[in-house]
Each structure stands twice: as C-alpha cells, then as structure tokens.
C-alpha cells in the first residue's frame, strides 16, 4: 500500500521560507510522478508544482502564481519530494497536499487532480502579512 506521508508546514512572516517533504513508501519513489497542490479555505484544491520522469529526463512545472518563489524537487535515496518554498505571501496560506501517480503523465495532465492516485493527508502553511 503506497503512503505520502508530510511535513514542514507551519506559520512564518511575508517574505518567509519553509521546505515541506513527502516521503513515499510502497514502490520506488522514482516510478512516480509527484504533485504539490494546495487548497485555501473556501477555494478548489490547484497545483502548485509537480515533477515527473521520462527515461533519464526528469521535468518540473508551476502554476504561475509560484513561479521563481517555489522549487520541487525529488530526493531519491529518501523517497522525498520536497516543496522549498521562499518570499513567501499571505496568498499562500493554505493546507499543502502530496500526491502521487504511477501513471504516464505529460506536462498538461500533470497538473490534473484526476490524474493523481495517492495523496497525503495535507500540512498547513500560514503566511502571516
């Protein structure tokens, strides 16, 4: 059975960092492609960063609103995905999920929550103005 397990949320200040991980257990973390996404109160769950490998090319992506503020990137000796995340705004705030696929994803399905298997229970990130 595959389990996302996170951690680093928490509160920091505008212009703030914090790193959130995901480690994975079940398969080899490498068979996976890996998705951020996030959900503020009252708002529908978006991406916010994914990463994924075909053969030996491994790919990120963003939704633009974190685009030069966030990075992903994956940890394969851990079977960590981490979510740096610097300058960070209040519009951040909101509960953080990992997720998790064995599929063949492309840049465009990557950023579908349909195309996800697994999921983590969620950390919350709080930025305070």
């Known amino acids: 059975q595959v389990q996302l397990v996170e951690s680093g949320g928490g509160q920091v200040q505008a212009g703030g960092s914090l790193r959130l991980s995901c480690t994975t257990s079940?398969?080899?973390?490498?068979?996976?492609?890996m998705g951020w996404f996030r959900q503020a109160p009252g708002k529908e769950r978006e991406i916010v960063a994914a990463?994924?490998?075909?053969?030996?090319?491994?790919?990120?992506s963003y939704t633009n609103s974190v685009k030069d503020r966030f990075t992903i990137a994956g940890d394969n000796a851990k079977n960590t995905v981490y979510l740096q995340m610097n300058r960070l705004k209040p519009e951040d705030t909101a509960v953080y999920y990992c997720?998790?696929?064995?599929?063949?994803?492309?840049?465009?399905?990557?950023?579908?929550?349909?195309?996800?298997?697994?999921w983590g229970q969620g950390t919350q990130v709080t930025v305070s103005s």
């Open positions: 997720a998790a696929t064995l599929k063949v994803t492309t840049a465009q399905t990557a950023s579908l929550i349909s195309t996800y298997d697994y």
């Open positions: 990463i994924r490998r075909s053969g030996v090319i491994i790919s990120t």
């Open positions: 079940g398969r080899t973390f490498s068979s996976y492609a």
